[in-house]
Each structure stands twice: as C-alpha cells, then as structure tokens.
C-alpha cells in the first residue's frame, strides 16, 4: 500500500525553526520527485518546495525561498522540511507530495507560529 507519513509539526513562536519529515513506503521512493505543499485555515492548498530524485533540483515558492530547505535520504526513504525563521504566515497544514499516475498526499502535520 501506497503511503506518506508527515510528522514534526509542532507549536512554535515567530522566529523559531522546525523540521517536519515524512515517510514513504510502498513504493520506489528514489524515482519520484517529491513534494512539500501548505494549507492554511480559509485557503487552497499551496506549493511549498520540491526535490528531484537525485536531489539535483529544488524550488521554493516564493514565500519560503531563503527561509526553508527542503532535503531528502532515499536509503531512508525520508523527505524533509527545515523550516527557519518561521513567521505567523507560515500556519498552515504541511502535506507531503508525490505524483504516479495520480497525486499521492499524506495526511498532512500542523504547524502553528504564534507568540
């Protein structure tokens, strides 16, 4: 069975940092581009970050560039998420992604940044 597992969200204040992780199994994780979106109470579902395979390639919105970092260990089959100088704006839940003939989400982790 095809699954993603995100954890690591948390309550933090502005400022702070955070990692949030997420797990594949049931299938080849090394051959798919993997994902990072948000969505935040009242609104769509946004892109946040992606990797290639190989991590050769990443991309940011525009929200997040210089602020999160997104990695991967494929031995592990582990996407991260390295979320830095979090600000109010950045509340959302935090699904990872991936697409095989369909698009594949997890069940998503909270992340709440509030003094």
């Known amino acids: 069975q095809v699954q993603l597992m995100e954890s690591g969200g948390g309550l933090v204040q502005p400022g702070e940092s955070l990692r949030l992780s997420c797990t594949g199994s049931?299938?080849?994780?090394?051959?798919?581009?993997m994902y990072w979106y948000r969505q935040a109470p009242g609104k769509e579902r946004d892109f946040v970050a992606f990797i290639t395979e190989n991590a050769d390639t990443l991309h940011y919105s525009d929200s997040v560039k210089g602020r999160f970092t997104i990695s991967r260990d494929n031995a592990r089959k582990m996407v991260y998420l390295q979320m830095s100088r979090l600000e109010p704006e950045d509340t959302a839940i935090y699904y990872c992604n991936f697409f095989d003939e369909k698009e594949i989400w997890g069940q998503g982790t909270q992340v709440t940044v509030s003094s």
């Open positions: 049931g299938f080849i994780f090394s051959r798919y581009t």
